[in-house]
């Protein structure tokens, strides 16, 4: 008799443990929390809570069993409730938010919740404890409303300034271009002379000052500044058409209409003007002028 | 002949030449520069063709133009039945019953035929603008077994560019013996439009040409006057250069940097300017000079008679031909505005 007594023994704990299992209608649990219990909450606060349940193949939770959406009691609300089920196990994710504004610390709690699962030859419930939390107030105690400086319960976020070099260095490109346009046009850069063809016919008319006979190519010079002025070829019975064209230089009419005067008698009757090159340098000079101030 | 003769001679013959441009425009209004054009041409011994609408004033200013320079007028309409012969002779029946042979148009005034106008020449057959080809460049007909001869034939020619019916391209071997093509148009000038209208003088066209002085033009004398004017009037080597530049530029235009919108610039010209084109051109430029008092030509010169000398000279690719009037006015501007002188 004695023999029997351990395995009988080993036996029935085993047969009350099973029946303590089966009277017992919930499934093992466990529940975990986002934050840890030293933490403290101020109103807006979200509160992660998972519930994870073990369960077997064919197991799943009863949906009606879940909690709602929306307010819960006086100071927090359900925000967003999330289910994930695998063979093995089933989590439930809840998301509250404290919308309680308090004047000193307090205590108060989640509410217990109860989860019904369905398959799997059975039933089990599983009862979630209430879960305590501390809130405490925004703004320190005894500080009236009004003198309450709003502070940022976060730092800014962080933005990137990538772009904005690159609009600066466009920007700086850009400009740094027109001016160095603004000053070709206007012949303040020695190396790149631009389009003042009068500047060029000045240079070349000095450069002809020593030549035995300059007369002849200083109104050529003449003329091709003219014709590069006025994009075409321009003759004595074309000059007020490219006046009106050019009216910058409509300061010079006269001494123009002398120069083609002096170029038909010169390259046409052939007339000799001795003095021919003086006279193409000083109206090249103020024809420079002109062009300079149009510019 | 001393120098200063010949410069006392020039200076009356222009003297003469201005009165009669003034006595012509008297009766025609709004046309100066054809006239200042037929001017140049009496003058530089050239044929002239006319073109233009119906009804712009081309056989009046013809008929004023022959008034004013005297001698013998003729005029023949140009007909799809009109034949080489009808210019020469004509046949019929006398009062007697006999057959008779009397002179046609052409050899009617003999030596004293001055202006020979060929209206709507298009109309006639190529055989008869080869019969006029041979009168105009040769002032010379061969009939009834010897040669006449018109020392002072001048002939103008019109062109009906409207109708196109029934009538013969003028080959363009004949337009080239032409000296100028001018076209008339209708006066732009709202007063002389008016005028047109509502002046009486101008509805009577005979009265009208009865007003103008005849033969102000010694009109026999000009084929001496006119060699005279083409020796004294000299074109420098600037001008001559320019002249040649001129020349090339219409046979390659492309070289001198002439562009068209929308056209292939190497593919445009089927044939520039002839060298008898640039020889008449500046014939005429010389006589344009001298009228304007200068015994040496002007790039304005050429300028004032280069459209009127050259553009019946530029052929076109048939590819171009159809919009002809558009470009050949297009091209020669752009020819004048990108050859330089000097």
């Known amino acids: 008799m004695r023999k029997f007594a351990l395995p009988l023994a080993i036996i029935l704990s085993v047969a009350v443990a099973l029946l303590m299992n089966a009277n017992d209608g919930t499934a093992p649990a466990r529940f975990e929390s986002q934050d840890?219990?030293?933490?403290?909450?101020?109103?807006?606060?979200?509160?992660?809570?998972?519930?994870?349940?073990?369960?077997?193949?064919?197991?799943?939770?009863?949906?009606?069993?879940?909690?709602?959406?929306?307010?819960?009691?006086?100071?927090?609300?359900?925000?967003?409730?999330?289910?994930?089920?695998?063979?093995?196990?089933?989590?439930?994710?809840?998301t509250y938010q404290v919308f309680y504004g308090v004047r000193g610390p307090e205590t108060a709690e989640l509410p217990p919740m109860r989860l019904r699962f369905e398959g799997g030859g059975g039933s089990p419930d599983v009862e979630a404890p209430a879960l305590p939390v501390s809130v405490m107030p925004l703004i320190p105690p005894g500080i009236p409303d009004e003198k309450v400086a709003i502070?940022?319960?976060?730092?800014?976020?962080?933005?990137?300034?990538?772009?904005?070099?690159?609009?600066?260095?466009?920007?700086?490109?850009?400009?740094?271009?027109?001016?160095?346009?603004?000053?070709?046009?206007?012949?303040?850069?020695?190396?790149?002379?631009?389009?003042?063809?009068?500047?060029?016919?000045?240079?070349?008319?000095?450069?002809?000052?020593?030549?035995?006979?300059?007369?002849?190519?200083?109104?050529?010079?003449?003329?091709?500044?003219?014709?590069?002025?006025?994009g075409e070829a321009v003759f004595g019975n074309r000059l007020e058409a490219f006046l009106e064209r050019h009216p910058e230089f409509a300061g010079i009419r006269e001494e123009l209409v002398e120069f083609f005067a002096l170029s038909r008698e010169m390259f046409f009757a052939e007339a000799a003007d001795g003095d021919a090159y003086a006279r193409c340098l000083k109206l090249a000079r103020r024809a420079r002028r002109l062009e300079r101030k149009s510019s | 002949?001393?120098?200063?003769?010949?410069?006392?001679?020039?200076?009356?013959?222009?003297q003469r030449a201005l009165a009669f441009e003034r006595e012509v425009g008297k009766a025609v209004i709004g046309l100066d520069r054809p006239i200042r054009h037929i001017l140049i041409a009496v003058f530089a011994r050239g044929h002239v063709m006319l073109e233009g609408d119906v009804g712009v004033g081309k056989t009046t200013l013809l008929r004023a133009v022959a008034r004013c320079l005297g001698g013998a007028y003729e005029r023949v309409e140009g007909t799809i039945d009109l034949m080489p012969n009808d210019l020469v002779y004509h046949t019929y029946i006398n009062e007697l019953g006999k057959p008779q042979v009397d002179p046609g148009p052409v050899l009617k005034h003999g030596e004293e035929l001055s202006v020979f106008f060929f209206n709507e020449v298009n109309r006639a057959r190529p055989q008869v603008h080869s019969l006029l080809l041979r009168i105009m460049a040769e002032h010379a007909v061969s009939a009834f077994n010897r040669e006449h001869f018109f020392p002072y034939l001048q002939v103008f020619a019109d062109r009906n560019r409207v109708e196109k019916e029934e009538t013969f391209e003028i080959p363009s071997a004949a337009r080239d013996r032409f000296m100028m093509e001018l076209h008339i148009e209708t006066p732009a000038d709202p007063a002389l439009r008016r005028a047109l209208m509502f002046d009486p003088k101008f509805h009577d066209v005979d009265r009208l040409l009865d007003t103008l002085t005849p033969g102000l033009l010694p009109y026999r004398e000009i084929p001496q006057i006119a060699p005279v004017i083409q020796q004294s009037v000299t074109a420098s080597e600037t001008l001559q250069q320019y002249a040649l530049d001129l020349w090339e530029a219409t046979r390659r235009p492309a070289d001198y940097g002439v562009k068209l919108e929308g056209?292939?610039?190497?593919?445009?010209?089927?044939?520039?300017?002839?060298?008898?084109?640039?020889?008449?051109?500046?014939r005429a430029a010389r006589v344009s000079a001298w009228l304007d008092g200068r015994d040496y030509v002007v790039p304005e010169d050429i300028h004032g008679v280069f459209r009127e000398t050259i553009a019946h000279r530029v052929f076109f690719n048939p590819v171009y031909e159809l919009r002809r009037t558009a470009l050949i006015d297009e091209l020669l501007d752009a020819i004048r505005q990108r050859v330089a002188a000097p």
């Open chain 1, 151 to 230: 502070r940022a319960l976060r730092p800014a976020e962080p933005r990137t300034y990538s772009p904005y070099p690159q609009w600066l260095a466009l920007g700086l490109g850009a400009f740094g271009a027109g001016l160095v346009y603004l000053l070709w046009m206007r012949g303040l850069l020695p190396p790149f002379a631009g389009p003042l063809p009068f500047r060029r016919a000045c240079r070349d008319l000095q450069r002809l000052a020593d030549q035995p006979s300059r007369d002849r190519a200083a109104c050529l010079l003449l003329h091709r500044a003219l014709n590069e002025t006025a």
């Open chain 2, 263 to 282: 056209v292939d610039m190497d593919r445009l010209i089927l044939a520039g300017a002839s060298a008898r084109g640039v020889s008449m051109m500046m």
């Open chain 2, 1 to 14: 002949m001393s120098a200063d003769l010949k410069q006392t001679q020039l200076a009356d013959w222009r």
């Open chain 1, 36 to 94: 840890d219990h030293a933490a403290t909450h101020t109103m807006g606060d979200l509160i992660l809570r998972d519930i994870v349940v073990s369960t077997g193949p064919g197991v799943h939770i009863d949906p009606a069993s879940l909690p709602a959406p929306g307010a819960i009691n006086d100071w927090a609300e359900i925000r967003k409730v999330e289910t994930d089920s695998t063979d093995e196990q089933t989590r439930v994710r809840i």
